[in-house]
């Protein structure tokens, strides 16, 4: 393959999604109102603050789902939604790893600079090799996939 011709678009959900059905949510109030109490029983009031405004944020995440993106990738680097860009030379190397969606694969990106936060990206099983290739042709390495503690969090608390 020549690195000056290729160019590969698909579409994908911006991220994993866990669908959450009323137990989800009843059960993160019920803890949270535990959190709380021992809070002010405590008699830290600036953590039962924090408690609250957590909760907040988590329902309305928890309830909110992801928008379908598109992806491309040519010479440039990395394109998702036409908005951000990442070059080749940005990134250290990359990992995979399976999707709760069959037909999809998880691709994290991890860059040079650290200060950058690693981005993942769903990627169609049948592109997969294709895209893997121009990264070997960018010398850009792939790494074992590291399954990180937020990593088995957010699968355990499905978010």
Do not use: C
């Not at 995979?96 to 200060?115: A, P, Q, Y």
């Amino acid at each position: 393959m020549n690195n000056e011709e290729y160019e590969i678009e698909w579409e994908a959900l911006e991220y994993e999604y866990y669908p959450k059905n009323i137990l989800w949510f009843w059960s993160s109030i019920f803890i949270a109102i535990i959190i709380l109490i021992i809070a002010i029983w405590q008699k830290n009031f600036l953590f039962a603050i924090f408690i609250i405004i957590a909760e907040v944020l988590i329902l309305i995440w928890g309830n909110h789902t992801p928008r379908i993106l598109k992806f491309k990738i040519n010479k440039d680097g990395i394109y998702i939604d036409q908005y951000t860009l990442y070059n080749f030379e940005e990134i250290s190397n990359f990992s995979t790893t399976s999707s709760l969606m069959d037909e999809l694969t998880i691709i994290k990106l991890n860059f040079k600079n650290k200060l950058k936060f690693n981005t993942t990206i769903l990627v169609p099983n049948n592109i997969l090799e294709e895209i893997k290739n121009i990264f070997y042709e960018k010398n850009i390495p792939e790494i074992e996939y590291e399954e990180h503690f937020i990593d088995s969090l957010q699968k355990i608390l499905k978010f």
